[in-house]
């Protein structure tokens, strides 16, 4: 089983540092369990509220809201104005990247844009358990460090600092979005072969050497487009699961062939 990981990023990786250091009575990672096994049904993210769904030992999911602490006008300008203030960080913000040592700056700038309380994200769960975090609630951090993960102008977001509008960060030009809109055509395009002839023929097969191998050996656990699994590994069952598949195709076709139904099938042995 492929295992999802959280704060691979130094954004998230110091989020959950921070919640960690809060975490005094251990109980945060009893929700990674529930963060692994996709028990949070849904999870939404507005500006500085999180709203999920977690599924529990009850027929109904549990309901999660956690509100964090919003900075003052004050610290937000304070926030902007360090950027402002750094030339080297400001040109890489305005490109749409945030750099690790924003960190380390704001720090020095005694803003804390981290949790340094429990008090400051007003979590509540509906389960029975009023503490904080219960295994609800801490499923839904790992989400939120995930998210964090993908997109670090979410921790910002989550204290009401908004670097994407201030300082006019628009998406790349070369993005392309995903997923892809595809079309069929309306129409195939003829071939000059009559309806009554038969188009299956015989043709040349190419055996392809396996290249799982190789190519697993070039991939990296956690590339940029996927800091929340394992990608590596994700692959190696994926070729394993294809190379079944497809080993379980030829030999229905080789039957096939055998039998007549597929004759020039046969001749592939």
């Known amino acids: 089983m492929v295992r999802n990981t ?17 975490d005094v009575n251990k109980r945060l990672g009893r929700g990674k369990s529930y963060a692994n096994t996709g028990k949070v049904r849904h999870i939404e993210i ?54 690790a040592e924003l960190l380390d700056t704001l720090e020095e700038a005694d803003i804390d844009l981290l949790p340094t309380s429990w008090y400051e994200m007003d979590a509540k769960c509906s389960c029975p358990d009023m503490a904080n975090p219960c295994k609800h609630m801490a499923a839904v951090y790992y989400l939120i460090t995930s998210e964090i993960d993908k ?26 979005g995903y997923p892809l809109t595809l079309s069929r055509p309306s129409k195939l395009p003829s071939t000059g072969v009559e309806d009554h002839v038969d188009p299956l023929l015989p043709c040349p097969l190419l055996k392809v050497p396996a290249m799982s191998d190789f190519i697993l050996s070039c991939l990296k ?39 007549g139904s597929a004759h020039w099938l046969s001749t592939l042995g």
Do not use: C
């Open 151 to 176: 997109n670090p102008f979410t921790l910002f977001n989550l204290r009401g600092v908004d670097l994407t509008g201030y300082f006019n960060i628009q998406p790349s030009d070369t993005d392309p």
């Open 6 to 22: 959280y704060g691979k990023t130094a954004w998230g990786g110091a989020f959950l540092d921070a919640l960690g250091d809060l």
């Open 46 to 99: 507005t500006g500085a509220k999180v709203k999920a769904e977690v599924q529990g030992t009850a027929p109904r999911p549990y309901k999660v809201k956690v509100q964090f602490q919003l900075f003052d006008h004050a610290q937000i300008q304070r926030v902007y104005d360090v950027i402002d203030e750094n030339p080297l960080l400001y040109g890489q913000i305005i490109n749409g990247d945030l750099p």
């Open 221 to 259: 656990s956690n590339p940029p487009f996927s800091l929340e699994l394992d990608y590596k590994a994700v692959m190696a069952e994926f070729y394993s699961y294809a190379a079944k598949q497809g080993k379980k195709v030829l030999d229905d076709m080789m039957n096939a062939g055998k039998n």
